[in-house]
């Protein structure tokens, strides 16, 4: 009999252990419930939310063929006067071409002239599709840019990484002609492995008219004005 009640007293006693080992508050710190969070615990801030598209091909419209614009819907006689006026030296001359009869917010979806990002009315950049006044306050806010790594730091802090990919079929960052590395000038709106090298096989440049007269042995002068935009020379 006396084997038999220590026999239970041990396994009440065991039991109270475990319940006292599973409840958390058995041996909490009493402040442990006003706690304020740890680093790794606190919730991140919220970004302010963006209008975020869904990701199509956009053409250029000073690269884009008669059949793609056709494609787009546009009608016979404007895709004749796009073909006729290009290249369009801003995005400010296609949409006066444009005009009101068309849905713009659809269309520049689609097609569109890239925008200098040093030199672009921050208004302007309104243009793009789901830029509202926040982003076109950024996008402005982080001039000069001199390269499109650092167009891609900084308005990644905003959006993710899609949509700075889709940003960029709307911007360039122009290059110095004697110094920007090959990838920048790659990164420019059309611009190939083959014009790139050409870019850097003339320097250094002394002046844009050497420019012109360098690269305008592989392009027309249509062509020609239309790379010109994209580059500059350290005065």
């Known amino acids: 009999m006396r084997k038999f009640t220590k026999l239970v007293l041990g396994v009440t006693l065991?039991?109270?252990?475990i319940l006292a080992c599973k409840d958390p508050k058995a041996k909490a710190d009493p402040e442990a419930a006003t706690a304020e969070p740890t680093e790794s615990s606190a919730k991140?801030?919220?970004?302010?939310p963006t209008d975020k598209m869904a990701t199509t091909t956009v053409f250029n419209a000073n690269l884009a063929t008669e059949d793609d614009l056709t494609g787009l819907g546009l009608s016979t006689a404007l895709v004749s006067q796009i073909l006729e006026q290009r290249p369009f030296l801003s995005m400010n001359d296609f949409d006066a071409l444009v005009g009101t009869e068309?849905?713009?917010?659809?269309l520049y979806q689609k097609v569109f002239v890239p925008f200098n990002l040093n030199t672009t009315a921050e208004a302007d950049f309104k243009m793009i599709p789901g830029v509202g006044d926040r982003l076109a306050h950024e996008f402005e806010e982080y001039r000069p840019y001199t390269s499109i790594k650092q167009f891609r730091r900084e308005i990644g802090k905003y959006v993710d990484e899609a949509e700075v990919d889709?940003?960029?079929n709307y911007v360039f960052v122009p290059v110095e002609l004697n110094s920007a590395a090959e990838e920048d000038i790659k990164a420019l709106p059309g611009v190939g492995n083959r014009m790139a090298h050409e870019f850097e096989e003339y320097r250094p440049y002394t002046s844009m008219e050497q420019f012109r007269k360098e690269i305008g042995k592989y392009v027309d002068d249509k062509e020609l004005?239309?790379?010109e935009r994209f580059v500059y020379l350290k005065e």
């Open 14 to 17: 065991l039991s109270v252990a």
């Open 44 to 48: 991140a801030p919220e970004t302010e």
């Open 102 to 106: 068309i849905d713009k917010e659809v």
């Open 166 to 168: 889709r940003y960029e």
């Open 225 to 227: 004005a239309r790379l």
